[in-house]
């Protein structure tokens, strides 16, 4: 089964590794390093020396670019989002849960402290990443492994984490995620703590499932199994006994405080909007209590942040695929792709093309996209283009919006389900948002159609065949 180590041999085999001898600072420096590589397509960087952290290599940018998300799906074919989201939507139809090793087979097991050795900051590299950013965040690249106490759903998701100290640290499950409902669902048991395991490493599939909405009752486990054709590896966590992967660099586990008079202030953090998130406010958080290792191990960060880099990639091929993915379990007809694009945080705006069959076809989709596990939450803007127009061809959506829309087809929604991340919104007003569709097809039930200006073929034919005898083949190629 791949893993992290595996991604970096696979990468640095097409000439795509950085590795960076040169000693970095943990504070601020490391971080900007890898933003300034990232916003200009850079490769995936190795911190070989981080100050301070001997032996303790940082990997950062994993998925920046279309080409490293392909190697780690194992499609190294396919060369844009929609298709890479093509692949997943077809290999996630089938999951593929995990198997149980024992602990002695488990290299996440080489090194483990426990009690008040298990201190995060003596042993995990943990950045500062940006300069008004409430300290530092040891999950940015993480998966988050918690248990539904009701049913026994575990459930993975990527959800920041701030160090508090070497023993405490935050965590910031958005109202309404996964590990959300898991907390309420515990609290109205009455409990005040609840198991919980921070991973980092494992299979790098891990992290780009852990951050996508696949909706209640799904396991991100199973999930990376199905795209990569084989069971991920699980062990039982020594101390929560939740199942942890393998093959994992770090693990943390610990008991989430979970109880309301016990929150903690956790942020700000530089957001993947480009802007800070709020003034510091009260977050569940971690009581570590083990913090195992392998060796020399090596720890995976997002540098989140400004677009474009990649969380908004990642959330751009998850959303892009699990938008697709809900669409054709609506069984709805006619729709020929997809699109959230990175430009939008991945989330805030969706493209769909659709062949419409039926008066009001096009309404359909816009308003099913935002009834969807994953339409329905942070998407602002649905724009909908007809089958002519590939989701991704943002210059023929532009013109589509331009030329086939009139502003009394589209729709003003006033109220949705939002994210707290929003600086579109006042601070203190974030929860609930208004949404549009735009509406930028050619009315399905018009008799009367515009008609498009096509060339006519032969002459065509004739043109292309006399290309070269026009002197124009120097300058275009047909
Ligand atoms: C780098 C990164 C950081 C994220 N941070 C958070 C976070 O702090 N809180 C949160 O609720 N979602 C965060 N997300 C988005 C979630 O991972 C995403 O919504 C995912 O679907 C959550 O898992 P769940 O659906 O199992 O709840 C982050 C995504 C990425 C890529």
Redo the contacts with the bound molecule.
């Keep these: 089964m791949p893993d992290l180590r595996w991604f970096v041999r696979q990468v640095e085999e097409v000439g795509d590794l950085a590795r960076i001898q040169a000693e970095v600072d943990w504070d601020l420096e490391l971080g900007h390093v890898a933003k300034l590589s990232e916003e200009r397509g850079g490769p995936l960087l190795l911190f070989e020396r981080v100050k301070g952290y001997e032996g303790r290599p940082v990997l950062a940018s994993l998925f920046t670019t279309v080409k490293r998300m392909a190697i780690a799906l194992g499609a190294p074919d396919r060369n844009s989002i929609c298709q890479l989201a093509r692949f997943w939507v077809d290999r996630t139809k089938h999951p593929v849960p995990p198997v149980s090793v024992p602990p002695e087979r488990a290299p996440v097991y080489e090194n483990s402290v426990t009690g008040p050795e298990a201190d995060v900051l003596r042993f995990v590299p943990v950045p500062k990443l940006y300069p008004m950013d409430g300290g530092r965040f040891i999950?940015?690249?993480v998966a988050v492994v918690t248990q539904d106490p009701e049913t026994g759903w575990v459930?993975?998701?990527?959800?920041?984490s701030q160090v508090f100290d070497g023993r405490t640290l935050g965590l910031?499950?958005?109202k309404g995620?996964?590990?959300?409902l898991h907390i309420q669902n515990a609290r109205k048991r009455g409990m005040r703590r609840m198991p919980v395991a921070l991973v980092f490493g494992s299979d790098p599939l891990l992290?780009l499932t852990?951050?996508?909405?696949?909706g209640r009752g799904v396991c991100?486990y199973d999930m990376v199994g199905a795209l990569r054709g084989e069971p991920m590896e699980v062990t039982p966590g020594t101390y929560t006994g939740l199942p942890i992967p393998a093959d994992a660099e770090y693990v943390v586990e610990g008991d989430l405080v979970i109880a309301e008079d016990e929150l903690r202030l956790e942020g700000p953090f530089g957001e993947?909007t480009g802007y800070y998130s709020g003034t510091p406010s009260p977050k569940v958080w971690i009581d570590v209590k083990a913090l195992h290792f392998r060796k020399g191990p090596l720890f995976p960060v997002?540098t989140?942040g400004r677009p474009i880099t990649?969380?908004h990639m990642?959330?751009s091929l998850n959303r892009t695929a699990t938008l697709w993915s809900d669409l054709e379990a609506m069984r709805i007809a006619g729709i020929r792709s997809v699109y959230c694009l990175p430009e939008s945080g991945g989330r805030f705006i969706a493209v769909v093309s659709v062949d419409q069959k039926y008066p009001g076809h096009a309404e359909q989709v816009g308003m099913a996209v935002l009834g969807t596990t994953t339409g329905h939450y942070g998407v602002k803007y649905v724009i909908l283009v007809d089958g002519d127009i590939p989701a991704d061809d943002l210059t023929q959506v532009w013109y589509a919006i331009a030329i086939r829309s009139s502003p009394d087809r589209c729709e003003l929604i006033k109220r949705g389900r939002s994210t707290p991340l929003d600086p579109g919104l006042p601070i203190h007003a974030r929860e609930i948002t208004s949404k549009m569709i735009i509406n930028a097809t050619v009315p399905y039930e018009w008799n009367d159609k515009p008609v498009q200006i096509q060339l006519d073929p032969a002459v065509e034919q004739q043109v292309r065949s006399r290309w070269s005898e026009l002197g124009l083949s120097r300058f275009v190629t047909l």
């Design positions: 999950g940015t690249a459930n993975v998701g990527t959800y920041r910031q499950p958005i995620k996964d590990a959300d992290f852990a951050s996508t909405l696949f991100e993947y997002s989140v990649d969380t990642i959330q």
